[in-house]
């Protein structure tokens, strides 16, 4: 049964750090790219930050770019997410997801979410 569990959210000050870490099981963890998806208040779903599953190369959106790291242990099968410098406007919920995409068929598997708050 494919699993991922995140853990490391809560509620931090801006300028404070967290870490949030996405533990998988249940599939080939090295063959999927890894993301992390958050969702605030009124707003859509939108991609953070991915780590392909070949070369490692990452991408991040602008409104996070120098301030999140994305990484992985594929010997731990688990994806991080370090957040430096958070903002409140960083609070959302923030979703795990694995995935390995052919033409014919998405392999897309996702997380429960856990909930990050940047509040003073």
Known sequence: QVQLVESGGGLVQPGGS???SCAASGF???????SWYRQAPG??????????STSGSTNYAN???????????NAKNTVYLQ???????????????ARRSYSWRDY????QGTQVTVSS
């Open 108 to 111: 897309d598997y996702w997380g």
């Open 28 to 34: 080939t963890f090295s063959s999927y790219a890894m």
């Open 63 to 73: 409104s996070v770019k120098g301030r999140f790291t994305i990484s992985r242990d």
């Open 43 to 52: 707003k859509e779903r939108e991609l953070v930050a991915v780590i392909t």
């Open 18 to 20: 967290l870490r949030l």
């Open 83 to 97: 957040m430096n410098s958070l903002k409140p406007e960083d609070t959302a919920v923030y979703y795990c997801n």
